[in-house]
């Protein structure tokens, strides 16, 4: 404490998920922030997880794009967005408004993208505008939209609480939404009466929670809930009454009752279970996320969650309902901005002549797209065709999100016009750019966001705009400009924009949307800055908490629609070829690509390197063992990842993470195995059930560095990360090299730098340290099996006086904490193994009043739990 007065707290949201908790920064005058969680927020009432207590970690300018650039030149503003508007002017002028595209994201603000949606649909001309959100939310609201009319949720976060039945499907709460898992596991824990069900083929850190996870059949949802269905109508929970505000219950029951009830792969016992208490549990919360979405069947899954509560009348009311919980921090916001190919402004609907007669006029717009655009995989289709020829990609990073990604890739790089706004250089669809331009990002931006409950929350800048980098409406409003859009884009702020939203919402509302938010018009910049977190329908008169309670839905009678489905299997087949089915998704301290994340250490400690999650009966079949590494294929790419053998996924199903890219691991992109193949009507890809290939793949050596400088590696295997004082790599090759001296030298950069090694050339082990005085600069270590060192041990002694560096674990007088699980307080699995073994921590709770483990975020107490349970067990079996 130096006296000084600090700087005040802001308020803003957090970058990262659709839980869109508070946060409270404060600018810790040497370019970053402090960060707590905001009491006051209704998201997560203080609370935040690793990802978001360590955001002030993620804002160092080493890695930021900080001035336009154009074929890998720095340049001006001018000259770039001069480049952009021509080449975008002459490609519709020769080729017509659909032979260009904007690819967008669900991390822009409303602001940022409500002008992108009225340069492309209103002023170019074409709806070739899609969003990463087509991955992700795109089942979702085509289901919602069958269902009710349009694409809303109905319920709020408070319904988690008050449920006493709690049903995730397809979600890893645990990890991906943290807080508002840490809300359900205390609600849970004040309640124990009410209950959790997981459905998920794999086992996930949420199951912790569960009283009962079906590890049902990959894809068979529909089946699942089609069983339910039928139940509701024998157990004669039926609403009758209800039904007056619903359409269709007759022919969906009949198409239930028509499917053959074995698809699920599930124990019939625990189907009945399963249905009995949902059956009889009137307030009944049904959660769902990826799982369902990501699917070839997305939206009919949506539609058999949905009718189920359309049956039983189960929705709008507290502690009940359909709730889908969005990814990203915008992904709700960029569907009430009509962020989609498909979709208009605050929810009205493209393909109706009215809704976009009513927004052409109030855009005044001169050239409204006729109807909808390209869907994400068939837009980079177009792309890959030369159809489309300038692209515009908007903070996403679809070489690597995209399915069949090396495809993906190479479309882009061969595009005759390619711009890129994203916050760094570094990323695999950034290097493709012939124009990239330098967005400010998070704690730097202003504008809202709105939540997984509708609640629609302000982010604030708080520091200044690093270098030339500029708003990302800003940039796109100059662009428009350019092209001669002037007037239309003419705003001096987001307040600005807002406002033209929040009175486009009333007009919308006027001919029966829901999305209204015209109360929030007339703010200007002061009521603005000012806007505490709202839940919309926030209506010129009034605001409503949740909806349909009293039916009231948004079709033309008014009334819901009940779906008839039928379950189908994945799309792609298993068979001699492909007899795996490949489950992705999340680890709980990375970001997607990782281009923030990975830039605080910390959140790089838990699990460092790409990997695959493989049942031990099939891991002996194919011949993997344990942390070695493995060579995937499917019909459209090949990966190489460690083998993390577990029985957490059932024989047949493997799992790995999306999170590495060309930059951290490029053997590790693993949408280079995902097929472009979609659900026919939402168009969102089957992210989670690819086919592959296992086999071992043979290196012939192993090895670990860490280094105080960059590495660069070119070795077969690489997957590289952070740490708190320079760098740390898993690497992998087949030949072995002749001098690993040389060769170590020249991953480090290091050509002069004193060097002590151990070579063993019966064993084939190698260590290799590289010093400056007694301080470690860098070490390899290398052996012909994967190599085993105290790895967070080595890391932490760079840069340091080194004792004996080659030994690869501490003295004995220096405990190893062991691979980090409590990432924001740094505490590792042996330290809590420790306290564990002493007897004196019994609970989850002793362990952090022990440890510190689990007292912060919370994160982790799913794994300090099974650390307790296998002690246990252990105990009990000896
Ligand atoms: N830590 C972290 N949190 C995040 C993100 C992140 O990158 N990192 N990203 C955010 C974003 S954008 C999103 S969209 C959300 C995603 O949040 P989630 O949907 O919870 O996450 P995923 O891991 O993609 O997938 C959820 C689960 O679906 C299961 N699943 C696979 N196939 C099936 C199936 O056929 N049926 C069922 N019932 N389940 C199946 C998987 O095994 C997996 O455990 O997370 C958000 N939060
Ligand atoms: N196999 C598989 N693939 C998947 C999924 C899966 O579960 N499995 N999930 C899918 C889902 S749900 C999602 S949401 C996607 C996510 O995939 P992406 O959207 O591709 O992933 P991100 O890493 O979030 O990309 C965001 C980019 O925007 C940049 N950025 C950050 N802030 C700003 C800003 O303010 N302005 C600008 N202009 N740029 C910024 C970041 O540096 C980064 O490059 O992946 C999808 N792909
Ligand atoms: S749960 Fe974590 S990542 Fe999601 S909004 Fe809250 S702090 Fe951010
Ligand atoms: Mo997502």
């Given at each position: 404490?130096?006296?000084?007065?600090?700087?005040?707290?802001?308020?803003?949201?957090?970058?990262?998920?659709?839980?869109?908790?508070?946060?409270?920064?404060?600018?810790?005058?040497?370019?970053?922030?402090?960060?707590?969680?905001?009491?006051?927020?209704?998201?997560?009432?203080?609370?935040?997880?690793?990802?978001?207590?360590?955001?002030?970690?993620?804002?160092?300018?080493?890695?930021?794009?900080?001035?336009?650039?154009?074929?890998?030149?720095?340049?001006?503003?001018?000259?770039?967005?001069?480049?952009?508007?021509?080449?975008?002017?002459?490609?519709?002028?020769?080729?017509?408004?659909?032979?260009?595209?904007?690819?967008?994201?669900?991390?822009?603000?409303?602001?940022?993208?409500?002008?992108?949606?009225?340069?492309?649909?209103?002023?170019?001309?074409?709806?070739?505008?899609?969003?990463?959100?087509?991955?992700?939310?795109?089942?979702?609201?085509?289901?919602?939209?069958?269902?009710?009319?349009?694409?809303?949720?109905?319920?709020?976060?408070?319904?988690?609480?008050?449920?006493?039945?709690?049903?995730?499907?397809?979600?890893?709460?645990?990890?991906?939404?943290?807080?508002?898992?840490?809300?359900?596991?205390?609600?849970?824990?004040?309640?124990?009466?009410?209950?959790?069900?997981?459905?998920?083929?794999?086992?996930?850190?949420?199951?912790?929670?569960?009283?009962?996870?079906?590890?049902?059949?990959?894809?068979?949802?529909?089946?699942?809930?089609?069983?339910?269905?039928?139940?509701?109508?024998?157990?004669?929970?039926?609403?009758?009454?209800?039904?007056?505000?619903?359409?269709?219950?007759?022919?969906?029951?009949?198409?239930?009752?028509?499917?053959?009830?074995?698809?699920?792969?599930?124990?019939?016992?625990?189907?009945?279970?399963?249905?009995?208490?949902?059956?009889?549990?009137?307030?009944?919360?049904?959660?769902?996320?990826?799982?369902?979405?990501?699917?070839?069947?997305?939206?009919?899954?949506?539609?058999?969650?949905?009718?189920?509560?359309?049956?039983?009348?189960?929705?709008?009311?507290?502690?009940?309902?359909?709730?889908?919980?969005?990814?990203?921090?915008?992904?709700?916001?960029?569907?009430?901005?009509?962020?989609?190919?498909?979709?208009?402004?605050?929810?009205?609907?493209?393909?109706?002549?009215?809704?976009?007669?009513?927004?052409?006029?109030?855009?005044?717009?001169?050239?409204?797209?006729?109807?909808?655009?390209?869907?994400?995989?068939?837009?980079?289709?177009?792309?890959?065709?030369?159809?489309?020829?300038?692209?515009?990609?908007?903070?996403?990073?679809?070489?690597?999100?995209?399915?069949?990604?090396?495809?993906?890739?190479?479309?882009?790089?061969?595009?005759?016009?390619?711009?890129?706004?994203?916050?760094?250089?570094?990323?695999?669809?950034?290097?493709?750019?012939?124009?990239?331009?330098?967005?400010?990002?998070?704690?730097?931006?202003?504008?809202?966001?709105?939540?997984?409950?509708?609640?629609?929350?302000?982010?604030?800048?708080?520091?200044?705009?690093?270098?030339?980098?500029?708003?990302?409406?800003?940039?796109?409003?100059?662009?428009?400009?350019?092209?001669?859009?002037?007037?239309?884009?003419?705003?001096?702020?987001?307040?600005?924009?807002?406002?033209?939203?929040?009175?486009?919402?009333?007009?919308?509302?006027?001919?029966?949307?829901?999305?209204?938010?015209?109360?929030?018009?007339?703010?200007?910049?002061?009521?603005?800055?000012?806007?505490?977190?709202?839940?919309?329908?926030?209506?010129?008169?009034?605001?409503?908490?949740?909806?349909?309670?009293?039916?009231?839905?948004?079709?033309?009678?008014?009334?819901?629609?009940?779906?008839?489905?039928?379950?189908?299997?994945?799309?792609?087949?298993?068979?001699?070829?492909?007899?795996?089915?490949?489950?992705?998704?999340?680890?709980?301290?990375?970001?997607?690509?990782?281009?923030?994340?990975?830039?605080?250490?910390?959140?790089?400690?838990?699990?460092?390197?790409?990997?695959?999650?493989?049942?031990?009966?099939?891991?002996?079949?194919?011949?993997?063992?344990?942390?070695?590494?493995?060579?995937?294929?499917?019909?459209?790419?090949?990966?190489?990842?460690?083998?993390?053998?577990?029985?957490?996924?059932?024989?047949?199903?493997?799992?790995?993470?999306?999170?590495?890219?060309?930059?951290?691991?490029?053997?590790?992109?693993?949408?280079?195995?995902?097929?472009?193949?979609?659900?026919?009507?939402?168009?969102?890809?089957?992210?989670?059930?690819?086919?592959?290939?296992?086999?071992?793949?043979?290196?012939?050596?192993?090895?670990?560095?860490?280094?105080?400088?960059?590495?660069?590696?070119?070795?077969?295997?690489w997957a590289r990360s952070r740490v708190e004082a320079g760098w740390r790599a898993e690497l992998a090759g087949q030949e072995i090299p002749q001098d690993w001296e040389a060769e170590a030298r020249r991953l480090f950069a290091m050509p002069d730098a004193h060097c002590q090694s151990i070579h063993d050339p019966a064993s084939g082990t190698v260590r290799i340290a590289f010093l400056d005085g007694d301080r470690l600069l860098a070490a390899l270590f290398v052996g012909r099996a994967p190599v085993a060192l105290s790895r967070d041990h080595l890391a932490s002694q760079l840069g340091q006086i080194a004792v004996a560096p080659l030994s690869g674990r501490p003295s004995a007088d220096m405990p190893?904490?062991?691979?980090?699980?409590?990432?924001?307080?740094?505490?590792?699995?042996?330290?809590?193994?420790?306290?564990?073994?002493?007897?004196?921590?019994?609970?989850?709770?002793?362990?952090?009043?022990?440890?510190?483990?689990?007292?912060?975020?919370?994160?982790?107490?799913?794994?300090?739990?099974?650390?307790?349970?296998?002690?246990?067990?252990?105990?009990?079996?000896?």
């Open positions: 404490m130096d006296g000084a007065p600090q700087v005040p707290e802001i308020r803003t949201t957090c970058a990262y998920c659709g839980v869109g908790c508070g946060v409270l920064a404060r600018p810790d005058g040497a370019g970053g922030l402090t960060v707590r969680g905001d009491p006051d927020h209704p998201a997560n009432r203080g609370r935040l997880c690793s990802k978001g207590f360590a955001l002030g970690e993620t804002l160092s300018l080493d890695d930021r794009l900080l001035a336009p650039r154009v074929s890998g030149q720095d340049t001006s503003w001018d000259a770039a967005l001069g480049l952009v508007a021509d080449r975008f002017s002459q490609t519709i002028a020769q080729h017509g408004p659909d032979s260009v595209a904007f690819y967008v994201s669900g991390q822009l603000l409303t602001e940022d993208y409500y002008v992108a949606n009225k340069l492309m649909k209103g002023f170019i001309g074409s709806a070739n505008i899609d969003t990463n959100s087509r991955l992700c939310m795109a089942s979702t609201v085509a289901g919602q939209k069958r269902a009710f009319g349009t694409d809303t949720v109905p319920g709020t976060y408070e319904d988690l609480e008050l449920a006493d039945l709690v049903v995730l499907v397809g979600s890893n709460l645990a990890w991906c939404h943290p807080v508002l898992y840490q809300r359900l596991a205390a609600a849970k824990a004040a309640r124990p009466a009410m209950k959790v069900v997981v459905i998920d083929p794999r086992r996930t850190a949420t199951c912790d929670l569960a009283d009962m996870h079906l590890t049902l059949a990959p894809g068979s949802d529909v089946a699942l809930f089609n069983r339910l269905l039928v139940e509701i109508h024998k157990g004669g929970a039926v609403d009758a009454d209800y039904l007056h505000h619903v359409n269709g219950f007759e022919e969906t029951l009949r198409a239930a009752m028509a499917q053959d009830g074995g698809a699920t792969g599930l124990d019939p016992a625990q189907v009945a279970a399963f249905c009995k208490m949902w059956v009889g549990t009137e307030k009944v919360v049904t959660v769902f996320s990826q799982g369902v979405n990501q699917s070839s069947s997305g939206t009919d899954k949506v539609n058999a969650i949905l009718n189920c509560h359309l049956a039983t009348g189960r929705i709008g009311r507290p502690g009940m309902g359909p709730f889908s919980v969005t990814g990203q921090p915008n992904a709700m916001g960029g569907r009430e901005v009509g962020g989609l190919s498909n979709a208009l402004a605050c929810h009205l609907d493209i393909e109706d002549a009215g809704h976009r007669d009513l927004v052409r006029s109030f855009w005044q717009a001169p050239t409204m797209a006729n109807g909808a655009g390209l869907k994400a995989v068939d837009m980079f289709e177009r792309v890959r065709t030369r159809q489309i020829k300038a692209l515009w990609i908007v903070c996403t990073n679809p070489a690597v999100s995209m399915p069949d990604a090396d495809v993906v890739r190479d479309a882009i790089a061969a595009c005759d016009f390619v711009v890129v706004s994203d916050v760094t250089a570094n990323t695999d669809t950034a290097r493709l750019a012939h124009v990239l331009l330098p967005a400010t990002g998070w704690g730097e931006k202003d504008g809202t966001v709105t939540n997984s409950d509708r609640t629609i929350s302000r982010q604030r800048a708080v520091l200044p705009a690093p270098g030339a980098a500029r708003a990302d409406w800003a940039i796109i409003c100059d662009v428009a400009r350019r092209m001669g859009f002037g007037s239309a884009f003419d705003y001096a702020s987001p307040a600005e924009i807002f406002e033209e939203y929040a009175t486009l919402s009333g007009a919308a509302a006027a001919v029966g949307r829901d999305f209204d938010i015209s109360g929030l018009t007339g703010l200007g910049q002061a009521g603005y800055d000012a806007l505490p977190p709202t839940r919309w329908p926030v209506a010129a008169h009034g605001q409503a908490e949740r909806f349909f309670a009293e039916g009231q839905f948004f079709t033309s009678d008014g009334r819901a629609r009940m779906v008839p489905v039928t379950a189908r299997a994945p799309a792609a087949r298993t068979g001699p070829r492909y007899p795996f089915r490949l489950n992705t998704g999340r680890i709980r301290d990375q970001w997607h690509t990782m281009t923030r994340t990975a830039k605080a250490p910390r959140l790089n400690q838990h699990l460092g390197e790409p990997f695959l999650e493989i049942h031990p009966d099939d891991a002996t079949a194919v011949g993997v063992a344990p942390a070695t590494l493995v060579r995937v294929t499917s019909p459209t790419g090949s990966c190489i990842l460690r083998a993390l053998v577990t029985d957490r996924v059932q024989p047949g199903q493997v799992f790995a993470p999306m999170h590495w890219t060309a930059e951290t691991a490029p053997t590790g992109r693993i949408d280079a195995l995902v097929p472009g193949i979609v659900d026919p009507l939402s168009g969102q890809p089957e992210s989670k059930a690819a086919v592959v290939a296992l086999e071992p793949y043979d290196a012939g050596w192993f090895g670990f560095a860490v280094s105080t400088g960059a590495m660069s590696p070119v070795c077969a295997y190893d904490p062991g691979a980090v699980v409590c990432a924001c307080l740094n505490v590792g699995v042996n330290t809590i193994g420790a306290a564990i073994a002493s007897g004196q921590a019994t609970t989850v709770t002793q362990v952090g009043e022990c440890t510190g483990a689990g007292t912060n975020c919370g994160s982790c107490r799913p794994e300090i739990a099974v650390l307790l349970a296998k002690a246990q067990r252990l105990e009990a079996a000896e």
